[in-house]
């Protein structure tokens, strides 16, 4: 039987200002898991909010905050329906300013305003949560499990984009500091997380001893999860789904 959900937007104090969210919960009394799940770069927008509720169908209480509240409310920047390749690279270029006031300084600040936040909330049980990121929110997860290690439980990532560059604030090397469980579902056709990056990430995390799994998924596109997008999958995001059911169902 499907759980029934409700969902509404909420405003997140932190250090910076406020960030403007979406929150979706059980419609039930009783408490669940929590569950941070951090947007890729086009924003909070309908089809995020429609993945937080199908996530909440499962048993749990999620959050999905505009990352770039710093730049203004959700949405930073109009968007169409349905996302196509022509359109692509025009809303890239005018999400670059506010992509540009998240450093992962300030990620991590916020980090910390959304796990206090999420369990103040008598919605959730309290206990650590978990994490799920696409695109650059795949690096958020990463980043949040290693800076938070006690509070986080299991973290995830989906067609992540530069997981484990040569930049020295790469998230891969947050990696000692992870006690959480993870899982990566990388796309084979994805020039923000090249086959060299995807086996540098695993074998950091193998020498950090940290609980993974990496799996690339063939014929994917970077982005395979976003269903107004023209890189959406359908069996990929089923995929994706599976493993992210898995992961949380025994972590949380």
């Not at 951090?38 to 909440?56: I, T």
């Not at 109009?78 to 992962?104: D, H, M, V």
């Not at 469980?181 to 796309?187: K, N, P, Q």
Request: a negative charge.
């Amino acid at each position: 039987m499907t759980t029934a959900v409700h969902g509404a937007s909420v405003d997140i104090p932190t250090r910076d200002g406020i960030a403007d969210a979406y929150l979706s919960h059980p419609d039930t009394r009783a408490p669940h898991p929590a569950v941070l799940l951090y947007m890729d770069a086009f924003g909070l927008r309908p089809h995020l909010k429609a993945m937080a509720d199908r996530l909440a169908t499962a048993g749990y209480v999620v959050l999905v905050p505009n990352v770039f509240y710093r730049h203004g409310r959700a949405p930073v920047v109009e968007l169409p329906e349905f996302i196509n390749p022509a359109e692509r690279p025009e809303i890239i270029r005018s999400l670059q300013p506010a992509a540009r006031t998240l450093t992962p300084e300030g990620a991590m600040r916020d980090a910390t305003a959304y796990l206090d936040w999420l369990v103040a909330s008598p919605l959730t049980t309290g206990g650590p949560a978990g994490v799920t990121g696409y695109c650059m929110g795949a690096g958020l997860a990463l980043r949040t499990a290693g800076t938070h290690p006690d509070r986080v439980a299991a973290a995830a990532g989906f067609h992540g984009a530069y997981l484990a560059s040569d930049a020295p604030d790469s998230p891969h090397l947050v990696a000692d500091r992870i006690t959480a469980e993870l899982y990566f579902g990388h796309a084979d056709q994805d020039a923000t997380n090249p086959a060299e990056q995807i086996d540098r990430l695993d074998t950091t995390l193998t020498a950090a001893g940290v609980r993974h799994r990496g799996e690339v998924y063939a014929g994917a596109r970077h982005g395979f999860t976003q269903a107004d997008t023209a890189m959406y999958s359908a069996e990929a995001a089923e995929r994706h789904w599976t493993a992210l059911l898995d992961l949380f169902g025994r972590r949380l």
